[in-house]
């Protein structure tokens, strides 16, 4: 089976609506039997034509530009109008950079300081050993982005993430031994790192470039203190999600305003954060790219159906929370199908939605690709009847992809601003720890208790 995995996924689906999906292509394909798999990735957004929570304006990675309501809105990316930007001078720092929009300019100028540049990439993170899978499944579940448990049992967060974590470790660590005995996410996200501060450099505009994982090392914490220590004046933060989630993007986005809100240096920091980048050219180019590569393997190209295998959020997410990624995840699709379309590809394509939660950033190789598409799904496709199988590998280091993320970096700068002025709701802990402390004790004694109620029982077995 050839599935071209593009990303997160938002609706709940399950192995079987899995293995049914491969069944029904399979029985209803008559002249062939391939598929190509591809990957993409969750990310971030509020949909098209809103502010941001900083009150950034989005626009366009194609300029698709329009007004409502006297607002200027549009689709994607963070910043003012996008026109061509070039530095007008340069600094002896490293992180230095000067960029102009329109007829203003900051940076160099006469009597105002050296601009150091910082840009900040935000990713899920993975156990590097398997002695490490119990305590990031841990920090996982302790999100409440990812477990929305009712205002009244909040405080059974941790308690249940310790459950959850403990009985499903053993699971997880099979995958993970699969694949070597860990993650490579960290790895591939600091060679992405890395690539991104070189393409940066390399258009007159070097910035020091920071990875910052939401739930194992290197923490989001851990880089923002570097941050702090190395006296960025100018920061871009950029979720390797292409869509926006509450879980993904969403959940780190949130980490972050509250720990520059308590911060003097950080609360005054000029920031711009980009939150979703799946219609930008560069992205969709690239994305179709990989695919079109990966056709060409076949013995006849044009007879594979592209299979889209994207992972889930719970429906509630979309439907009461409004989160934007179902919508984002269909249109990135439709993006690269008609990039497909536009260099004479018009093979046949499908969407399937794989589990409940599980997300991972699909710019790079993880265990949701490396173990659960390259070999159970790969399993279950040709039990299925599909006969030939590949998949798209993940954009990694791409030149067109790194160099589309530098052009967005570069774009998203000139829009920065402080986040001190921003709202933000403190959690009970901040508010009241020795409230917050008796509760998590009460909370362990009745945690197994209210597992028997049916709504936590049907809670549990999702995520396990």
Known sequence: MNATTAGHGVLAASRARIITSYRNLASSRNQTRSFVTTVSCCGSGEGSGHHDDLGHVKTGPFNLVHKNNG???????????????????????????????????????SGVAEEKVGVLLLNLGGPETLHDVQPFLFNLFADPDIIRLPRLFRFLQRPLAQLISVLRAPKS????????????????????????????KARRAPAN???????????????VEQIKKDRITRLVILPLYPQYSISTSGSSIRLLQNIFRK????????????????QREGYIKSMASLIEEELQKFSVPEQVMIFFSAHGVPVSYVEDAGDPY?????????????????RGINNDHTLAYQSFLR???????????????????????????IENW????????????????????IEALPSATAISSEKCTSTEADSDPFRYVVKLLFGSILAFFLLLFPRFISTLKNYL
């Open 173 to 200: 660590k099979e995958g993970y031994a699969s694949i070597g005995g860990g993650s490579p996410l960290r790895k591939i996200t600091d060679e992405q790192a890395n690539a991104l501060k070189i393409a940066l």
């Open 263 to 278: 911060d003097s240096y950080l609360s005054r920091l000029p920031v711009s954060i980009i939150r979703s980048w799946y």
């Open 326 to 342: 179902k919508d984002q995840m269909e249109e990135c699709i439709s993006l690269i199908m008609q990039e497909l379309k536009a």
């Open 209 to 223: 470039v920071y990875v910052g994982m939401r739930y194992w090392y290197p923490f989001t914490e851990e880089a």
């Open 71 to 109: 607002i200027v809105k549009g689709i994607g990316l963070y910043g003012t109008s996008l026109q061509k930007r070039k530095p007008v001078c340069q600094g002896s720092s490293a992180g230095a950079a000067v960029w102009t929009v329109g007829d203003d300019a900051f940076g160099c100028a």
């Open 390 to 409: 590949g998949r798209v590998p993940a954009l990694g280091c791409t030149t067109s992809f790194i160099s589309d993320l530098a052009d967005a970096v």
């Open 359 to 385: 997300i991972k950033c699909f710019v790079s190789e993880h265990i949701e690709t490396l173990e659960e598409i390259d070999m159970e799904y790969k399993h279950l496709a040709l039990e299925s009847g």
